[in-house]
């Protein structure tokens, strides 16, 4: 299983940008996807999450500023961002709680980091 993240880069104050996940390989099922983020010197946090039935939950830090949505076929998760601030300059990852098969438990799996700058 892989997660591959993409759509980081620069952007000013007050800007948006939007954030892409891809879950490949073998799965059965996704329970869950997130974004985490990780600024200079701070531990990851949770930014926002999804599970399979459509339930969202956003740190408050991006409520009303980032939408979490998955595609129809549920193997994608988006964040949008927008009126970004300096604050949220961060490295972010993607993660998805994911069930290979029917003779695994459902672990975490993590992508690869996105990095977003909010700077003027």
């Known amino acids: ?3 591959q993240a993409s759509g980081g880069g620069s952007v000013q104050p007050g800007g948006s940008l939007r954030l892409s996940c891809a879950a490949s390989g073998s799965i059965l099922r996704i ?3 997130r ?3 990780q600024a200079p010197g701070k531990q990851r946090e949770l930014v926002a999450g999804i599970i399979s039935g459509g339930e969202t939950i956003y ?3 991006a409520k009303g500023r980032f939408t979490i949505s998955r595609d ?3 193997n994608m998760v988006y964040l949008q961002m927008n009126s970004l601030r300096p604050e949220d300059t961060a490295v972010y990852y993607c993660n998805a709680e994911i069930k290979r098969d029917v003779l695994r438990t459902s672990r975490d799996y ?3 980091g996105t990095l977003v700058t909010v700077s003027s």
Request: hydrophobic share 45%; aromatic share 12%; net charge neutral.
């Open 31 to 33: 329970n869950a996807m």
């Open 35 to 37: 974004w985490h983020r």
């Open 110 to 112: 993590w992508g690869q």
């Open 1 to 3: 299983v892989q997660l």
């Open 59 to 61: 740190a408050d830090s």
């Open 72 to 74: 129809n076929a549920g």
